[in-house]
């Protein structure tokens, strides 16, 4: 980039961002944004309900908009694409064969391995995207649990054989990068900052469960605000006390992500905070289990056999 | 000419209209919902204070509907009794998701579909948002990328609107619009836990305490909500209603009405709600009986049987069944095909002329536009009955605040039996949303869910009526028949939401 480029890109960025007093060395590192580099996601959805969507849309700074504009390129996505029909299909043909350039494939929900004909774009199953993407993309994003681990559609019981992205490839013998974002939904910070990271450093440090290190790598527990009342033995008893809900069956041990640390939804709130028991929503076994149900209302019931 | 409109965008999850086009007129319109998971089938034998965590991700745009119909049908089940600061905390969270939510359909679902969004290219003022939005576009068109300035572009061709003032404004409280959901969404989370997705929330009300900073919190981001509703969404709404006023003629469904209510007033079974519930067919307005739901499915890809009951019913996928075409099953009431959403729970108020401040703003607005309260049903329509909900909705919110009692219990002592059934309803964004459960030995026995979109999207009965969209569809002029920019237009109008219709 020649001085002209990097002064007329720094006064886009400054005006996105409100950036004109920061650091020489900050605004230096901001060099590093090629507009053609941004990546462009075709973001593509399975069995999902959307959740990790919306959640998308609730983060918080930089704003979804600067999100989409600066860091990175929504090419196709269902709920914000201005085209629909055939021309979007052509849209997502164009890239997945590769004469559209480079992009990441986004995957939110999770896949009917079972009953493809439980998920349908157009008229190819999901199965057909995924396999297609997997020559041409420059690796995946599993957004959300249902992607990452297969999720709620992935019950015990369920009828469509639902499995993850990871899952999936691996049938197909597809050995391609992919991002696990776990959450139900994820949090927007764990999918934006991940972008961001590829963006501006590179690949994030993953766990060995394939997420970022910077979100995913301690239990909820091990950072919670409630830990000297789990150490003080002061229990919640009952829904809607404070105190540590441990004995209420809170799965904060098992589950790692920051929410103790990042809160949710412009930090005005997050589950325990709420008094409400840690589901596990990032956890990979989230909600698999019948016989493992989320709450324990009394002490008197036979602590149950973790899978 | 057959032409299929789908994938839809810009509405939730995976829908196809096939259409059947001949001289510039839809004659047949099939609406399908390609995406299946099973929901009331693996609820089955798990805990029931498992239902409203995992009903919420039916839909991840409204859980807290879902969350909300399944506390209704446990606290019946369980017979429990509701503190009064438990359903005003229900009502708390739930009314600021209608507001996120109106806001987010307006504008980041339905606007590009009236909005010129390269109106921006035009632009000569000093807002730094738009002026930011006008370099990314200019930059974008500018780089020969394939597809530039996606997701706002490329588009479907049909006729936009022409004031450059219009437009610009859309354009800049679209980006406002962006921010303004968020803190609905977190006044919502401040006693919800977090959205999407609520932890909080249980049959017999909520974990969190009625404490006066979060009321206060919470308050001030309803009045920045409230501000934004009545300064500039509902002007826009009306402003696209003067720019398209064809559009109270085109996308009225053929059928009756039916509203669940929303947002009980007392924490007593069966109290009063802001909007009433009732079934409004051929102009007959009676109260809701839900015995008198079936669910067809000769249309559908089931094998189960058809006609069945709430409580009897069923399900056994079948994706290859001939003659069927969509996931989504059938409902009807009293056999007669319906709407629901905002315009049938407006329609179905104002008929029983019981809440006085939605016959006013109803009036109102009908006066100023210049219609009849009928055209309620028709696209404009709907964008209309969202605007006057959300009104509506933000101010019982302030109030219903203030009603919160800071020294008392917000939640029931839960207790579940040995065995119990139980209804609960009440009116997600888009529409009457109904669960059942039936519990034996302690477990879910039967977990039913009939959702709003279910009635919308619907697929033909068993007798070939067709759904309400597919009604609204049916006789359409379409200027290009390979777009079909109306055609989508009305989809856009239902605010579909087809994980939901389908769960």
């Known amino acids: ?307 | 000419m057959k032409v299929s409109l789908g994938p839809i965008t810009r509405i939730e999850g995976h829908l196809n209209i096939e259409t059947t086009v001949e001289k510039n007129k839809i004659v047949d319109a099939r609406c399908k919902g390609e995406m299946f998971r099973g929901f009331e089938v693996f609820l089955q034998g798990r805990d029931p204070l498992d239902a409203q965590q995992i009903t919420q991700r039916i839909c991840g745009v409204c859980p807290y509907a879902h969350a909300i119909a399944s506390s209704y049908a446990q606290e019946s089940t369980y017979n429990l009794n509701v503190p009064p600061n438990g359903r005003i905390m229900h009502n708390l969270i739930q009314g600021a998701n209608h507001l996120y939510d109106y806001l987010l359909q307006f504008y980041q679902l339905a606007a590009l579909d009236f909005i010129d969004v390269t109106a921006i290219l035009q632009y000569k003022g000093k807002d730094a948002d738009l002026l930011t939005v006008k370099n990314w576009v200019q930059a974008e068109l500018a780089s020969g990328k394939s597809y530039p300035a996606a997701p706002f572009l490329p588009r479907l061709s049909g006729k936009y609107i022409k004031d450059k003032d219009l437009n610009i404004g859309a354009l800049k409280h679209y980006i406002e619009a962006m921010e303004i959901q968020k803190k609905a969404n977190a006044a919502a989370a401040i006693f919800g836990g977090k959205f999407p997705h609520s932890t909080s929330i249980f049959p017999g009300g909520c974990t969190q305490n009625a404490r006066i900073d979060l009321i206060a919190s919470y308050q001030s981001l309803i009045h920045e909500v409230r501000d934004f509703y009545h300064n500039k969404y509902i002007p826009d709404v009306l402003a696209v209603a003067k720019a398209f006023p064809e559009y109270w003629e085109i996308g009225a469904s053929k059928g009756g009405f039916l509203s669940f209510g929303l947002l009980p007033v007392t924490s007593e079974p069966n109290s009063e709600r802001v909007f009433s519930s009732g079934a409004l067919l051929n102009g007959d307005i009676s109260p809701v009986n839900f015995e008198l739901i079936t669910e067809d499915v000769k249309h559908s890809l089931y094998s189960s049987p058809s006609g069945l009951k709430v409580k009897d019913s069923t399900l056994t996928p079948s994706p290859h069944k001939s003659g069927a075409y969509s996931w989504i099953k059938a409902p009807r009431y009293q056999g007669q095909m319906v709407e629901v959403g905002s315009a049938a729970r407006i329609l179905v108020d104002y008929h029983q002329g019981h809440n006085p401040k939605v016959k006013k703003l109803v009036d109102t607005f009908a006066g100023q536009v210049g219609i009849k309260p009928s055209k309620i049903n028709s696209v404009l329509g709907r964008y209309l009955s969202r605007a006057i909900c959300g009104a509506v909705i933000a101010d019982f919110l302030l109030d219903e605040t203030e009603r919160l009692d800071t020294k008392g219990p917000t939640i029931a002592d839960i207790k579940i039996p040995a065995s119990g059934e139980g209804f609960g309803a009440t009116e997600a964004s888009r529409g009457a949303l109904l669960h059942y459960i039936r519990i034996k030995n302690y477990k879910i026995e039967r977990y039913e869910c009939v959702v709003p979109t279910t009635w919308n999207a619907s697929p033909r009965d068993d007798n070939n009526q067709p759904g309400a969209m597919e009604s609204a569809l049916i006789g359409t002029h379409v200027q290009d028949p390979e777009d079909q920019i109306e055609a989508v237009r009305i989809v856009h109008s239902f605010d579909p939401c087809i994980a939901c219709a389908v769960h």
Request: hydrophobic letters at 40%; proline letters at 6%.
């Open chain 1, 1 to 307: 980039m020649d001085r002209r480029e990097f002064l007329k890109l720094g006064a886009t960025l400054s005006a996105a961002f409100g950036i004109l007093n920061l650091p020489k060395p900050v605004i230096a590192a901001l060099k590093k944004i090629e507009p053609q580099s941004i990546p462009k996601l075709i973001y593509l959805q399975g069995q999902s309900c959307s959740g990790c969507s919306v959640s998308l849309l609730q983060a918080a700074s930089p704003s979804p908009l600067t999100l989409i504009t600066n860091y990175s390129q929504l090419a196709f996505h269902t709920d914000l694409s201005a085209v629909s029909g055939k021309k979007a299909l052509d849209l997502i043909e164009k890239y997945i064969s590769g004469k559209a350039g480079d992009y990441y494939l986004a995957v939110e929900g999770a896949i009917p391995a079972k009953m493809p004909e439980a998920c349908v774009i157009g008229d190819k199953v999901f199965g057909q995207y995924l396999e297609a993407a997997a020559s041409t993309m420059i690796g995946a994003v599993a957004v959300g649990s249902c992607a990452s681990d297969g999720g709620i559609p992935a019950a015990e019981g369920n009828l469509t054989g639902a499995i993850s992205l990871r899952q999936y490839y691996k049938q197909l013998n597809i050995n391609k990068l992919i991002i696990n974002l776990r959450g139900c939904s994820v949090h927007p910070d764990w999918v934006w900052q991940t972008i961001i990271n590829i963006v501006k450093v590179g690949l994030p440090e993953l766990t060995d469960q394939g997420s970022p290190a910077l979100f995913y790598s301690r239990k909820v527990h091990e950072q919670c605000p409630r830990y000297h009342d789990f150490q003080q033995e002061i229990f919640a008893t009952k829904l809607g006390e404070g105190g540590c809900l441990f004995k209420l069956g809170c799965l904060g041990p098992d589950t790692a992500a920051d929410c103790p640390n990042r809160w949710w939804n412009l930090s005005q709130s997050w589950c325990i905070a709420a008094n409400a028991p840690c589901i596990g929503c990032a956890w990979p076994n989230f909600a698999r289990k019948k016989d493992f149900p989320f709450y324990r209302l009394s002490e008197q019931k036979k602590p149950i056999e973790r899978s």
